[in-house]
């Protein structure tokens, strides 16, 4: 099984429709985030967590929220989905404690790919 | 402009050919400087990790880190098939990635 789970790997939706995203992972580090990734722009940041209680909003957070509900759990939504957040969706995690990965190491779930319509 | 910058591609090469990478960077407070590979539909994998300038080779993979210049750059000897995929650069600062666009390297068999 993968260390970093997402789901669903693949959503098809409509304008307005609320859409969850969500992310687990087993690698027991403190810290989740969720990039967006478009063709030609590389990853960018949309929110990240340093523990359950610690949310921060990244570069490109508007129209999009986060929760932490546990510190394995971190979900992403889009409350009302427009056709240019069409994009591959990556969550990651990182290890601040010594306890694997160095110091800005990311590791990947497989990504979501959603397309709004 | 974007943080970091990234020499766009796409790049097609003939097996065994040399893969040169390159990205520059504006933040000096960047620390670590790392590069990920990315096969299709796949998430982004570390391929090498580096800290300070100079050169880091592990096996047919040299990264090479010029802090003065805010120059990043990657080689890859011997090219495979198997190297095909985007690589993306990634200075960091603590624990936030900055990354660049990526290039996209097709080797041909």
């Known amino acids: 099984d993968a260390d970093v789970t997402q789901t669903p790997r693949n959503r098809i939706t409509k304008t307005g429709k609320r859409i969850m995203l969500e992310c687990s992972q087993t690698k027991g580090h403190d810290r989740m985030y969720w990039y967006r990734q478009d063709p030609g722009l590389g990853l960018q940041l949309i929110y990240y967590?340093?523990?359950?209680?610690?949310?921060n909003k990244g570069e490109i957070s508007d129209g999009y929220s986060v929760s932490r509900q546990a510190q394995a759990k971190f979900s992403l939504s889009l409350e009302s989905a427009i056709p240019n957040q069409t994009a591959l969706y990556f969550c990651?995690?990182?290890?601040?404690?010594?306890?694997?990965?160095?110091?800005?190491?990311?590791?990947f779930g497989e990504g979501s790919r959603l397309t709004v319509l | 402009q974007k943080e970091v910058e990234q020499d766009p591609g796409p790049l097609s090469v003939p097996e065994g050919a040399i893969v040169s990478l390159n990205c520059t960077y504006s933040?000096?407070?960047?620390?670590?400087f790392m590069w990920y590979r990315q096969y299709s539909r796949k998430g982004p994998e570390l391929l090498m990790y580096?800290?300070?300038?100079g050169n880091k080779e592990d096996g047919r993979f040299t990264a090479q880190v010029d802090k003065s210049s805010k120059y990043i750059s990657l080689f890859i000897r011997d090219s495979q098939p198997s190297d095909s995929a985007t690589y993306l650069c990634?200075?960091?600062?603590?624990?936030?990635?900055?990354f660049g666009a990526g290039t996209t390297v097709t080797v041909r068999a």
């Open positions: 580096t800290y300070s300038s």
């Open positions: 933040n000096s407070a960047f620390q670590y």
């Open positions: 967590s340093f523990d359950v209680k610690d949310i």
């Open positions: 990651a995690t990182s290890d601040t404690r010594g306890t694997g990965g160095r110091p800005g190491e990311l590791f």
């Open positions: 990634a200075p960091s600062n603590d624990y936030k990635l900055s």
